[in-house]
């Protein structure tokens, strides 16, 4: 897996320029879930995996495959954390309001992929 070198937000580039400008430059990343969270020392590692299908084997589970990862202090992955909870609550709200059945927690989801299928983390 190649990796690209990240650079903190106020150097130069692209995303400096961008924000010079008043606007953000970006990119989009789509991801089926995400894979193992790992805390070392004080930094938290979340994988973005993404649901491919395995061509050994006709009409089997999706396999997941890492295909990005976030890297992060601990006190914004808290805070982000909060976030997610927030905009979940928000969400089964609205589905209240619009009468639709709550959606099940991810745990209960039939299209859940057991821990054993994903990528082991390259450190602990």
């Known amino acids: 897996m190649a990796y690209r070198r990240l650079r ?5 580039g692209k995303l400096a320029q961008g924000l010079q400008r008043g606007c953000l430059v970006s990119e989009q990343v789509f991801a089926d879930g995400i894979g193992p969270i790992v805390v070392v020392g004080g930094t938290v ?4 995996v993404t649901l491919v299908p395995d061509e ?24 982000t954390a ?5 905009a979940a609550e928000a969400i089964a709200k609205h589905e209240q309001l619009q009468g639709k059945p709550a959606s099940p927690p991810a745990e209960q989801s039939s299209e859940r992929v057991p821990a054993s299928d994903l ?6």
């Open 8 to 12: 903190p937000l106020g150097a130069s």
């Open 82 to 86: 909060r976030r997610f909870a927030e």
């Open 56 to 79: 050994s084997e006709a009409g089997s589970r999706p396999k997941p495959v890492v295909e990005h990862r976030l890297f992060m202090p601990i006190e914004a992955f808290q805070s």
């Open 45 to 48: 590692r979340i994988d973005f």
């Open 119 to 124: 990528p082991k983390p390259p450190f602990p």
